[in-house]
């Protein structure tokens, strides 16, 4: 039976479309990990919260998840720590829900800084977690993918990396190299079932562009045809789309949710 028509005898059995499923978000303590925790829940996959440092955040959202009827947990790991702690993580999760067959890559920091006074940390660090983190922890999640015939990667990159930004040139291209990694991965895993694909948020409200200053708000604003800021609300639900049967023919893209900033 093909995914579609799996997920659609789900449905008519009543259950959720994603029902049986692990998924593992990462960066799920706030933000648009929270919110994208939820929606899976709420599509019926069991979902592991993984966190740095905000451990009653990681909780709050493992609440809100098993409010939905399916089971949570959380998770602490740093993604930017290296492939040991990747591993050990994707190991306990496939331990207590089981082997993650979609995998979110959310987490992601920033250390903004023009080229000229950017320091060798705080490239590293960004490079680190919001790209090499990604690599290892779909490395550790991929044998579990293919074992059982079917995958959902979804990579949380940003509209940045496809238009630059000044004072992020870390930022920008770690997030473009998540694009590239997006595509050339999409291609090694199509034919198990597995699918890969990238969403490239704008601006989006959440701490991280809290803390941006009312006049750079303002400025941004004016370059977003639909004029405001996204909230995690429009980003959430196109996950839950992908790692669903409507995803099931989507490989490889880049697909941006940002207001219209960057035409395809
Ligand atoms: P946020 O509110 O700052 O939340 C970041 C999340 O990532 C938190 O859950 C944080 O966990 C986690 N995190 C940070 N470093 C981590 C690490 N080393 N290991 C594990 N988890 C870590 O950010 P957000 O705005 O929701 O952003 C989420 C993703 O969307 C990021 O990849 C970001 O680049 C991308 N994005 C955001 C926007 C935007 O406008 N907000 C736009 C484009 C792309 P702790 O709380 O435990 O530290």
Redo the contacts with the bound molecule.
Sequence with gaps: MSDASSEAASLESGGAPLSGRVALV?????????AIAIALAAQGADVAV??????E??RATAAAVEAEGVRSMIVR?????GSGPAKAMVDEVTQQLGAPAILVN?????RDNLVMRMSDEDWDAVVR??LS?AFQITRACLRGMIRGRWGRVIN?????GSMGNPGQAN?AAA?AGLAGFTRALAKEVGSRSITVNLI??????????AALGEDVIAAVRQQIPLGR??G?EDVAPLVAFLAGAGGAYITGQVIHVDGGMVPS
């Design positions: 990462t960066g799920a303590s706030r933000g648009i990990g929270q993984n966190y740095a440092n905000s451990e955040g990681a790991c740093d993604v930017g720590a959310n987490a992601g920091i920033t977690t919001d983190g949380i990159g940003s509209v940045v930022y997030k490239a948020p704008g601006f989006i409200e959440t701490d991280i562009t800021l996204g995690t």
